[in-house]
């Protein structure tokens, strides 16, 4: 009879989910309820408010969203596959579905990421190794570094429009600097000895570069990886709110504007599974990359 | 040509070679101070002395890792010039150098990467070498796995695998525990015998001085000089626990220890 701790870490973590959802199903309900007896005005307007569904929503109503906005079902809730055009009828009459949008903000995530760390790495090098240009361009680095980035996102949507294009120059302009700053102080602490061998083993200017300087650079950028994915996911989330035409974060602003947290919350759920299938897979990644590192190099996975 | 006393010839010369750190105008810090001595082809010297008295200077200068201030090195009588390393001078640095990113088969093939010695001949070397080692079995584990010797080792046939004819060694085994320094003796030695690189390995540690030298340079407390060159006489092949035993080891070693003790006094004095 004895259950282990992973046993009752699952247990008690099933019960909050449980929990959580029931409250914020029937909470109202049974909220109002109980204040119902009661004849103050001001402590039902207080109480009743606080798991209000119009704020809120309710885990059915956006389970029914879901299925809707995810072209599983029709608005009146029977199941599309079967009737009409189907599923994918459904997909091409609505340009933001719940397909879509994930696609565009995955694939504007992915780009930004990719961008974002080509350049920083570049940049990070090249200024890492030269004391000279690190110097002429210091004073623009802090400048623009100082200027929060997100401040720059309509200038970058006026630009660049209302498609892929800003959304993918906004996480770039975020992840830039996070990988930059890593990068840079990477290629500035390459051990001297680690150099001083190469040279000694006969390695040119170029092959110490090579063997020496990105290799023990890249370290530093893998460990920032992590971030630069999530902030690349913010950076697109946040232009899609100032102006897109497909996204889930376009399906969130969207939302607000017409009062339909339902959608809201279909939206937020999405990204949460986005976010967290992104961070297990750059995790991977790293773990593979950085297997030479001592906090990576455990049995682990 | 610059011949030795026996009629082998001097591979290395050091004439009155001097460092000053610092210069300009700022404070100047002597660390070496006209120091000569030659070292003849296949003559394995130890340099030794108390911290500070410029031993690592010296051989980081004799490497073309750092500028001489004055007086001149001669390596096969040309003079060296800084920051153009020549494939014939190998060096071993105390600090552990392996590339933790590189797996011990990669780190020890790195020089004949470099050299553009193509895969197949990279790795037949480097087996060979992995075996001489005792590193059998760990041709493909990452440095971090290792225990402080073993990665000393793949340090040193890094440098072993170019086959340098002349090896300088920078308290090679310095921060290493007393049975695993023993254990890099034996291997060094059994090295040495085979291929009689020219050394210069320096060290704090007199009993390591006298297991592998033939010839022993005392220098004096900051800054250094020349103090007194000792002859170590005793027969090759040396085992290098044995050899400790002996009573001509003791003897040498407590006529050495007391030079080398009135410099040890002396940067304690100061300091």
Same mark, same amino acid.
């Given at each position: 009879? &004895?259950?282990?701790?992973? +046993?009752?870490?699952?247990?008690?973590?099933?019960?909050?989910?449980?929990? #959580?959802?029931?409250?914020?199903?029937?909470?109202?309900?049974?909220?109002?309820?109980?204040?119902?007896?009661?004849?103050?005005?001001?402590?039902?307007?207080?109480?009743?408010?606080?798991?209000?569904?119009?704020?809120?929503? *309710?885990?059915?109503?956006?389970?029914?969203?879901?299925?809707?906005?995810?072209?599983?079902?029709?608005?009146?809730?029977?199941?599309?596959?079967? !009737?009409?055009?189907?599923?994918?009828?459904?997909?091409?009459?609505?340009?933001?579905?719940?397909?879509?949008?994930?696609?565009?903000?995955?694939?504007?995530?992915?780009?930004? +990421?990719?961008?974002?760390?080509?350049?920083?790495?570049?940049?990070?090098?090249?200024?890492?190794?030269?004391?000279?240009?690190?110097?002429?361009? %210091?004073?623009?680095?802090?400048?623009?570094?100082?200027? $929060?980035?997100?401040?720059?996102? $309509?200038?970058?949507?006026?630009?660049?429009?209302?498609?892929?294009?800003?959304?993918?120059?906004?996480?770039?302009?975020?992840?830039?600097?996070?990988?930059?700053?890593?990068?840079?102080?990477?290629?500035?602490?390459?051990?001297?000895?680690?150099?001083?061998?190469?040279?000694?083993?006969?390695?040119?200017?170029?092959?110490?570069?090579?063997?020496?300087?990105?290799?023990?650079?890249?370290?530093?950028?893998?460990?920032?990886?992590?971030?630069?994915?999530?902030?690349?996911?913010?950076?697109?989330?946040?232009?899609? +709110? =100032?102006?897109?035409?497909?996204? /889930?974060?376009?399906?969130? =602003?969207?939302?607000?504007?017409?009062?339909?947290?339902?959608?809201?919350?279909?939206? /937020?759920?999405?990204?949460? =599974?986005?976010?967290?299938?992104?961070?297990?897979?750059?995790?991977?990644?790293?773990?593979?990359?950085?297997?030479?590192?001592?906090?990576?190099?455990?049995?682990?996975? | 040509? %610059?011949?030795?006393?026996?009629?082998?010839?001097?591979?290395?010369?050091?004439?009155?070679?001097?460092?000053?750190?610092?210069?300009?105008?700022?404070?100047?810090?002597?660390?070496?101070?006209?120091?000569?001595?030659?070292?003849?082809?296949?003559?394995?010297?130890?340099?030794?002395?108390?911290?500070?008295?410029? *031993?690592?200077?010296?051989?980081?200068?004799?490497?073309?890792? #750092?500028?001489?201030?004055?007086?001149?090195?001669?390596?096969?009588?040309?003079?060296?010039?800084?920051?153009?390393?020549?494939?014939?001078?190998?060096?071993?640095?105390?600090?552990?150098?392996?590339?933790?990113?590189?797996?011990?088969?990669?780190?020890?093939?790195?020089?004949?990467?470099?050299?553009?010695?193509?895969?197949?001949?990279?790795?037949?070397?480097?087996?060979?070498?992995?075996?001489?080692?005792?590193?059998?079995?760990?041709?493909?584990?990452?440095? #971090?796995?290792?225990?402080?010797?073993?990665? &000393?080792?793949?340090?040193?046939?890094? @440098?072993?695998?170019?086959?340098?004819?002349?090896?300088?060694?920078?308290? $090679?085994?310095?921060?290493?525990? @007393?049975? @695993? *320094?023993?254990?890099?003796?034996?291997?060094?030695?059994?090295?040495?015998? !085979?291929? !009689? &690189?020219?050394?210069?390995?320096?060290?704090?540690?007199?009993? %390591?001085?006298?297991?592998?030298?033939?010839?022993? #340079?005392?220098?004096?407390?900051?800054?250094?000089?020349?103090?007194?060159?000792?002859?170590?006489?005793?027969?090759?092949?040396?085992?290098?626990?044995?050899?400790?035993?002996?009573?001509?080891?003791?003897?040498?070693?407590?006529?050495?220890?007391?030079?080398?003790?009135?410099?040890?006094?002396? @940067?304690?004095?100061?300091?």
């Amino acid at each position: 009879m &004895q259950l282990s701790e992973t +046993f009752w870490i699952n247990f008690w973590r099933l019960f909050l989910l449980v929990l #959580i959802l029931s409250i914020w199903q029937w909470g109202a309900e049974v909220n109002q309820w109980l204040v119902s007896g009661l004849e103050k005005g001001w402590q039902k307007a207080l109480t009743v408010q606080v798991l209000e569904p119009f704020f809120i929503s *309710k885990p059915t109503l956006i389970w029914a969203r879901f299925l809707e906005l995810g072209c599983f079902t029709d608005p009146a809730g029977a199941w599309i596959s079967g !009737q009409e055009g189907g599923f994918f009828g459904c997909l091409d009459s609505n340009t933001n579905n719940l397909w879509y949008a994930t696609l565009a903000t995955l694939r504007n995530t992915f780009w930004g +990421f990719l961008v974002g760390v080509g350049s920083g790495v570049v940049v990070g090098l090249i200024l890492g190794r030269s004391d000279f240009l690190a110097q002429v361009f %210091e004073p623009f680095i802090v400048a623009f570094n100082s200027l $929060p980035r997100i401040a720059l996102v $309509p200038l970058i949507v006026l630009i660049f429009g209302l498609g892929d294009a800003s959304k993918i120059m906004t996480a770039w302009v975020i992840v830039f600097f996070i990988v930059f700053f890593s990068t840079f102080e990477g290629a500035r602490s390459v051990d001297r000895d680690h150099i001083n061998v190469a040279r000694l083993l006969g390695a040119s200017d170029w092959q110490v570069t090579w063997a020496v300087v990105v290799p023990s650079t890249l370290a530093w950028v893998f460990a920032v990886l992590t971030p630069a994915l999530s902030f690349s996911l913010i950076g697109v989330i946040i232009g899609e +709110f =100032i102006g897109a035409q497909v996204g /889930l974060g376009k399906i969130i =602003i969207e939302a607000e504007a017409t009062l339909e947290t339902a959608d809201m919350m279909v939206a /937020l759920f999405v990204l949460m =599974i986005v976010g967290v299938g992104l961070a297990l897979l750059i995790r991977r990644l790293q773990t593979y990359l950085l297997r030479w590192q001592s906090q990576f190099s455990g049995s682990g996975q | 040509m %610059e011949v030795a006393g026996d009629g082998a010839q001097a591979r290395i010369v050091l004439k009155d070679l001097t460092k000053i750190y610092g210069g300009g105008s700022g404070s100047e810090v002597p660390a070496v101070d006209t120091v000569s001595f030659d070292v003849r082809e296949g003559e394995f010297v130890a340099l030794i002395g108390p911290s500070g008295c410029g *031993k690592s200077t010296i051989l980081n200068m004799v490497a073309g890792l #750092i500028p001489i201030s004055g007086g001149e090195i001669l390596i096969d009588e040309r003079p060296v010039v800084t920051g153009t390393p020549t494939p014939k001078v190998g060096y071993v640095f105390q600090r552990d150098t392996v590339y933790p990113w590189r797996t011990v088969r990669k780190n020890i093939g790195l020089g004949l990467e470099l050299n553009g010695v193509p895969k197949a001949e990279r790795e037949r070397q480097v087996a060979e070498i992995v075996g001489r080692a005792g590193l059998d079995g760990f041709e493909d584990a990452f440095p #971090i796995t290792l225990s402080g010797g073993m990665r &000393q080792r793949v340090s040193l046939m890094r @440098t072993l695998i170019m086959r340098p004819e002349i090896l300088l060694m920078d308290e $090679p085994f310095g921060a290493l525990d @007393t049975h @695993t *320094k023993l254990e890099m003796h034996k291997l060094l030695l059994e090295i040495w015998n !085979q291929e !009689q &690189q020219t050394v210069v390995f320096v060290t704090h540690d007199l009993g %390591e001085a006298l297991t592998l030298s033939d010839k022993i #340079i005392v220098l004096s407390a900051r800054p250094g000089r020349l103090k007194e060159i000792f002859d170590v006489p005793f027969e090759r092949p040396r085992d290098a626990v044995s050899l400790r035993e002996t009573p001509e080891f003791s003897a040498l070693f407590s006529k050495i220890w007391h030079s080398l003790g009135e410099e040890f006094r002396r @940067t304690s004095a100061e300091g």
